[in-house]
């Protein structure tokens, strides 16, 4: 028997009886055992069947899948992988700007690995709080096709600046 009930990809708590499942050995017992295991699959509660406990427990359960994910340290404007990678002729390169109430300045660069300026994708303000998404054809600013290489991709948003590297192969 599975321990964790799923629908949509999310887990949420379920009621689970110990005798029904097979566990007997471990709380000694032959009738049925009652558990409810959280989203997290520890058991919040188990025991005798108990309506107002079971019920507690159940809520309890639900109520920590329906509270809002905490904020993540130092989370704010990213950088994500550019796709594909390696690639030829063209690739994508996604950043996500953090929640705020302005807009944000953002510069996104295309450098050698010796910090030289290959080509500027975004030189503007975006609005904050959105995913975008640029695609580098493996060109520079002139338009000239670049040499096969690996590159670095610079995000600086307000004063945040991020570094990933890509490669383009002929």
Known sequence: ??????????????????GA????????CGYDYLFVIGGDGIVIWRG??????????????????LSPAPEIPGAGH??????????NPST????????????????LRILDLRGRLVSTLVDDTRAAGRRYEVTWRGTDNTGRRQPSGTYLVQLEAGATTRLRTITLVQ
């Open 1 to 18: 028997m599975d321990i964790f009930a799923s629908g949509s990809g999310v887990t949420y708590p379920i009621l689970m009886y110990g």
């Open 21 to 28: 499942a097979g566990i007997t050995t471990d709380y000694n």
């Open 48 to 65: 005798d069947y108990d309506d107002a406990a079971l019920r507690g427990a159940i809520d309890q359960g639900l109520a920590a899948l």
């Open 78 to 87: 990213q950088l994500l992988a550019g796709y594909p990678n390696p690639f």
């Open 92 to 107: 994508r390169i996604p950043f996500e700007l953090a929640p705020g109430a302005a807009d944000v300045a953002v510069q």
